[in-house]
């Protein structure tokens, strides 16, 4: 791990130096005060990111439609208007159907929010703005990202429902296939860059936006592509949302949810949502760097910048396109993205070896 | 070889016709929404709008008409002839020789037609461009037109036995 004063570690150790009300304790109790006290700010973020995006989908949505979306709730724009939403879920009855399975059905929504929330841990915010340096940060996000299908599997399948069990058995499949397609197109820029590491990743992409990843390569260029369709696809977003369809499955593995159950099933999915673009923007799009030599904005900045363009792009999509079908998911999947991203990878390495490394 | 062109021409047309897609969707979301936001604001009215019956009941001689054109039969009057010194005009000089103790309209039943007031013939019975017809209770849409003045008439004449008492409706 690269100590710097920027990194989580790196404020936790101060925060312990310097504050007379940590300095007393034994050093675990002390750290693990500390580490209590950041991961709630880190889950406060992700609430406010999913707030803002929720609010940013309905404004999106409303004004391709021609529409104003809200307007009322807190005054200009409507923008409380999820606050409004998400006190509501708050206060609405916590139903569990009779013939549900309760414990795996009440352990399902934690579980998929779970595996969003600690995909957090990897993914830089600017340089060393971490919550931990993990030098296999890309592999981990991946290997964490797939364990909300269990969750998602347990709600389906809990909810005694056969709407719900279709949802959950095509988000499964969904995301197990669409699995492979995003870590191919991952692996290229491992090639290229020579490490898992985010930070290193995104600090070998400053210096303008010819260094990013994105245009270093005609293959890193198509493989950027093929991972935005693909994690679109991970995430349950248009158009590959058959998990949900609501037109065929009411809404899918999630129902037979309500009230507060519900609100964490919605939370993960627009948190997934920050996840994917986060991925992207620091694989392809040269995380924090601005796009000239000079970084004149905070990294954060410039990081969260690029986040709310893809998610805007995203949303725009999403109220584009129609759904697939479940045939034309797969054939999407395994007949183009696929081998697809297989010709990508031996580009790379092609180019790789014909321009010595560079 | 034709499967191959195949394959990559239909990679093509799914990118292509996706960003074609949004290009429409990107500029409808720079046109202006057409949301009209109702309570604060409204669509201007046409000229004959045909909203909520509303009738100047100074002008109305009692004459039935709009009752008998009404085809749900919303409208009910009741009228009492007026004694030869009690006669009064309109404001275009029609003769009033009833006292109209009771004019009411039931805008639960109205079904808004304008019949009545094609009947009318000094056009005192006129629809308003009044359409927020929603109310707690039905009684708060049955309108009374009647005047105070005629109700009094009225009751005296029946207080003094006067064979012409209400009948008509």
Same mark, same amino acid.
């Given at each position: ?25 034994? /050093? ?17 973020? !992700? ?61 399902? &929504? ?6 969003? !929330? +600690? ?63 995003? @870590?191919?197109?991952?692996?290229? =820029? =491992? !090639?290229?860059?020579?490490? +898992? ?6 600090? @070998? ?12 390569? /005609? ?19 248009? &158009?590959?949302?058959? /998990? ?37 923007? =620091? !694989? ?25 363009? +893809? ?10 396109? &129609? ?20 010709? +990508? ?14 | 070889?034709?499967? $191959?062109?195949? %394959?990559?021409?239909?990679? %093509? ?24 936001? %109702? ?47 009690? %006669? ?7 003769? #009033?020789?009833?006292? #109209? ?33 929603? $109310? ?34």
């Amino acid at each position: 791990m690269v100590g710097s004063r920027w990194e989580l570690k790196g404020w936790v150790d101060g925060l312990i130096r310097e504050s007379p009300l940590l300095q007393g304790m034994p /050093p675990e109790v002390s750290y693990l005060l500390a580490m209590v006290f950041f991961s709630l700010v880190a889950v406060g973020w !992700m609430a406010i990111l999913a707030l803002v995006f929720v609010w940013l989908e309905r404004k999106v949505s409303a004004r391709i439609q021609s529409r104003l979306g809200p307007v009322y709730v807190g005054g200009k724009f409507g923008w409380a208007q999820t606050l409004a939403d998400a006190l509501k879920l708050l206060m609405k009855e916590d139903l569990i159907p009779a013939a549900a399975d309760r414990l795996l059905f009440t352990l399902a &929504p934690p579980l998929v929010f779970l595996a969003t !929330m +600690l995909t957090f841990v990897a993914i830089p915010f600017g340089r060393g703005l971490v919550i931990a340096n993990l030098d296999i940060g890309i592999f981990f996000i991946l290997a964490i990202s797939s364990l909300g299908v269990i969750g998602i599997i347990m709600g389906g399948w809990a909810s005694d429902n056969k709407w719900s069990l279709y949802g959950a058995m095509r988000a499964a499949g969904q995301i197990v296939s669409y699995e492979i397609p995003v @870590a191919l197109s991952l692996i290229g =820029v =491992v !090639m290229y860059t020579g490490t +898992l590491n985010l930070v290193q990743i995104g600090q @070998a992409q400053a210096g303008g936006i010819w260094h990013w990843n994105l245009f270093r390569s /005609p293959f890193l260029l198509a493989a950027g592509v093929v991972y935005f369709v693909a994690a679109l696809a991970e995430a349950d977003r248009t &158009p590959f949302d058959l /998990p949900e369809a609501e037109s065929e499955l009411v809404s899918g593995f999630h129902t037979e949810y309500s009230g507060m159950k519900f609100a964490f099933f919605f939370l993960a999915e627009y948190s997934n949502l920050f996840v994917i673009s986060a991925v992207a923007t =620091v !694989m392809f799009l040269g995380a924090w760097n601005s796009f000239l030599p000079w970084q004149i904005l905070p990294g954060p900045v410039w990081f969260l910048m690029k986040v709310f363009f +893809l998610v805007v792009v995203i949303m725009w999509l999403r109220w584009t396109l &129609p759904r697939l079908r479940v045939d034309q998911l797969m054939r999407v999947c395994w007949k183009v993205l696929i081998p697809i991203s297989f010709i +990508l990878l031996i580009g790379v390495g092609v180019q790789m070896w014909v321009f010595r490394g560079r | 070889m034709g499967a $191959v062109l195949r %394959y990559v021409s239909d990679i %093509y047309k799914g990118v292509a016709t996706t960003l074609i897609g949004m290009g429409v969707t990107g500029r409808n979301a720079f046109r202006r929404p057409i949301t009209l936001e %109702y309570p604060d604001e409204r669509w201007p009215l046409p000229e004959r709008y045909r909203g909520i019956l509303h009738n100047r009941i100074e002008d109305c001689i009692g004459c039935l008409a709009c009752a008998r054109a009404c085809p749900v039969d919303c409208i009910h009057i009741q009228t009492v002839k007026r004694d030869k010194e009690d %006669y009064g005009a309109t404001s275009d000089g029609t003769k #009033i020789t009833q006292w #109209i103790p009771r004019f009411d309209i039931d805008m639960a039943l109205c079904m808004l037609c304008g019949l009545c007031t094609e009947a009318c013939p000094t056009e005192c019975l006129t629809m308003t461009k009044e359409y927020e017809l929603a $109310v707690s209770s039905k009684k708060e849409i049955y309108l009374e037109f009647a005047l105070q003045r005629d109700k009094r008439a009225v009751a005296e004449k029946m207080a003094a036995g006067d064979p012409a008492a209400p009948t008509k409706e």
